[in-house]
């Protein structure tokens, strides 16, 4: 008898196990950041690292189908302009689905930043997918904004 019912506790772990592995993306958590600079197009341009940068920005990622669970999802640039949105794909999602339903926002006019940039509108996105890594048990995929360019 004992034995038996070890057997099915095994068969209910066995169970269990698959099913969380089952539930979990392969590609793990999904995270989309880089960093904002303070310019037309919030990219650094030319001047490279010395293109004054973006704090306190909000950055939105929105997603057109249900491809990660938590749309949207925000994140805020921190004083050195550096944000990091991190989403939870679907378990079926793919890098290809997220990249082309996914698109990155920054709804904080870039007046906030400097008063000679427009005040009306914010900037806009589609990403790029850079690479997935596994870290020990668990994996991260890695996303950036493609090029932001004003929301009209
Ligand atoms: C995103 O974060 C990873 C890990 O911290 C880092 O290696 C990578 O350079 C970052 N990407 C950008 C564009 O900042
Ligand atoms: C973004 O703006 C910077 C400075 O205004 C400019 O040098 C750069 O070429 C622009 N980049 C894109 C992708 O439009």
Do not use: W
Request: charged letters at 5%; a positive charge.
């Amino acid at each position: 008898m004992a034995q038996k019912s070890l057997v099915i506790f095994l068969l209910v772990a066995i169970i269990k196990v698959t099913s969380i592995a089952e539930a979990q993306s392969p590609l793990g958590l999904v995270h989309v950041n880089g960093t904002l600079y303070c310019t037309p197009n919030g990219s650094s341009g030319a001047n490279g690292n010395t293109t004054p940068v973006f704090p306190n920005a909000v950055v939105q990622v929105t997603c057109a189908a249900y491809v990660v669970a938590n749309s949207p999802s925000n994140a805020a640039t921190t004083t050195t302009g550096e944000y990091r949105v991190v989403l939870i794909p679907r378990p079926d999602a793919t890098v290809a689905s997220i990249v082309s339903n996914c698109r990155i926002f920054v709804p904080t006019p870039l007046s906030n930043c400097n008063p000679v940039l427009p005040s009306s509108a914010g900037l806009v996105s589609n990403l790029r997918f850079v690479r997935t890594v596994s870290i020990s048990f668990s994996r991260v995929t890695y996303i950036v904004a493609a090029g932001f360019t004003v929301q009209t």
